[in-house]
């Protein structure tokens, strides 16, 4: 089955303990990124990553890091998480051939405390 | 800057009535257009996509939209709504290059559907 899977999908956590989000799809895709939602704020775009070892600034991009070693892998990593971290975090896939359909995951749900 | 605005944050409807969600967007070139649904608990499903050709697409489960250039708009509509249609719903722009490719969501609105 085509799919986007992130892990985990629930996580609480400290301010300042480090974490990272897994990202992971098999469909092949070239283009991945990542998208927070929060309350009357639709989604907004973090990072995203044309292909592997290509990464670029979203939005929203102040407080993550991302990596893009393997092709199927988009990792969001929040070194010193904040409070205002705290949101809905969606990853999403795309291929050149049908650019522009992404492909959302499941969301993770991030408490920091 | 590109902007997405939803007229309607929370809209509450009996079922079998007539829904029409508006979206309209700030962009000066040609766009691609999209509505996403999220139903309660889940992720984001492509309900229907505007690249180019015929301004009133259909997508799933009844629902199309038209496309209006001239207003910059993108309004989705169903003739008859179902309980089960309760949830969020996003349109969404991005120019059609090869470049960031970011969709541009607006903020969203929650349709109640009562049985």
């Known amino acids: 089955e085509a799919q986007v899977t992130q892990n985990p999908r629930y996580l609480i956590t400290v301010t300042g303990k480090k974490l990272t989000v897994t990202c992971s799809q098999n469909m092949n895709h070239e283009y991945m990124s990542w998208y927070r939602q929060d309350p009357g704020l639709g989604l907004r775009q973090i990072y995203y990553?044309?292909?592997?070892?290509?990464?670029d600034k979203g939005d929203v991009p102040e407080g993550y890091k991302v990596s893009r070693k393997e092709k199927r892998n988009f990792p969001l990593i929040l070194e010193s998480p904040s409070p205002n971290q705290t949101s809905l975090y969606f990853c999403?896939?795309?291929?050149?051939?049908?650019?522009?359909?992404?492909?959302f995951g499941p969301g993770t749900r991030l408490t920091v405390l | 800057a590109q902007s997405v605005s939803q007229h309607n944050h929370h809209v509450i409807l009996s079922e079998a009535a007539s829904l029409e969600l508006g979206c309209n967007y700030s962009y000066g070139g040609t766009v691609n257009l999209f509505w996403y649904v999220q139903y309660p608990g889940q992720h984001l499903q492509l309900l229907l996509k505007?690249?180019?050709?015929?301004?009133l697409v259909k997508g799933i489960k009844g629902f199309e939209a038209e496309f209006i250039k001239s207003k910059f708009s993108f309004n989705l509509r169903k003739p008859s709504v179902q309980w089960s249609d309760t949830a969020e719903y996003f349109c969404?722009?991005?120019?059609?290059?090869?470049?960031?490719?970011?969709?541009?969501f607006g903020s969203g609105t929650r349709l109640q559907v009562q049985p």
């Open positions: 505007y690249f180019s050709g015929d301004p």
């Open positions: 969404a722009v991005t120019p059609p290059d090869m470049g960031r490719r970011a969709l541009t």
């Open positions: 999403a896939s795309s291929s050149y051939l049908e650019y522009n359909e992404q492909f």
């Open positions: 990553s044309m292909n592997v070892e290509v990464t």
